[in-house]
């Protein structure tokens, strides 16, 4: 069993994998203030809270999009199981072919939630992944990731329109009973959740008629099962997919490919 950690700027997720899966997963807030021995302590906690003993851990791997935090996580890591972590970067095998413009540019999530996607659903895909910000990779028939679209996420868009205008509401993320919103707020829910749906809808409608087929779609991320309900397109909604991805990296750099549960 190894210790998987998807660092989003907002949220971060830890889970115990193993080859069967993600058997125990955290959610933590995002801190860049926060020390190694500060964050050594949550993880700890949380460990004894769901009954994980760290002798069990036989290493760890830490995909980020927050690249101050690898040196403090890797710190981290090594107060807390004595080991040191992989990190998704230059020079880990994740035996993802990107045909991009500069595949060093691809998010380690993004290169994360690919690998396990394609090994877990047919192609062509298209991976939304429902955080901070929404992305969707574009995973071609041969397993080759052409490409990405990024654009702001659904709570990252409902926060700044409460910030910058002055009349209208924080709210919670839920579907309104109808799409024609009678009052402020369900005016902003049906904006914020079926419009959403629609985008991902259009987007979707859109790759497909420039890769020329259909595609397997599939959702993750915080965010996503508030919205995947309403899309008139069915997606796999798959939480644990970077987790996932993650086992997958880990196992393609240990030695000789020795596999360990």
Known sequence: ??????????????????????????????????????????????????GIDSGLIDGAIIATVVPPLVSVLRRAIRLLIGKDPLVVGPGIRSGLNIKTDNPAQVGADMVAGAVASIAKYPLPQIVFDLGTATTASIIDQNGVFRGAIILAGVRTALETLTRNTSQLPAI???????????????????????????????????IEEELGCKTTLV?????????????????????????????IIYQRNQNNGERKN
Request: glycine share 10%.
């Open 1 to 50: 069993m190894i210790i998987a950690i998807d660092v989003g700027n907002t949220h971060l997720v830890i889970g115990c994998i193993d080859e069967g899966g993600a058997r125990h997963v955290g959610r933590f807030q995002t801190n860049t203030s926060a020390t190694a021995e500060e964050y050594a302590i949550r993880f700890k906690t949380w460990f004894d809270l769901s």
């Open 172 to 206: 919670d993320l839920v579907a309104p009973r109808h799409v024609i919103g009678t009052n402020t707020v369900d005016s902003m829910r049906s904006g914020s959740v079926f419009g959403t749906a629609a985008m991902m809808d259009g987007l979707a409608d859109r």
């Open 219 to 247: 959702a993750t991320g915080g965010l996503s099962s508030a919205i995947t309900a309403y899309c008139k397109h069915h997606f796999i909604q798959d939480d644990d997919l970077v987790l996932d991805g993650l086992w």
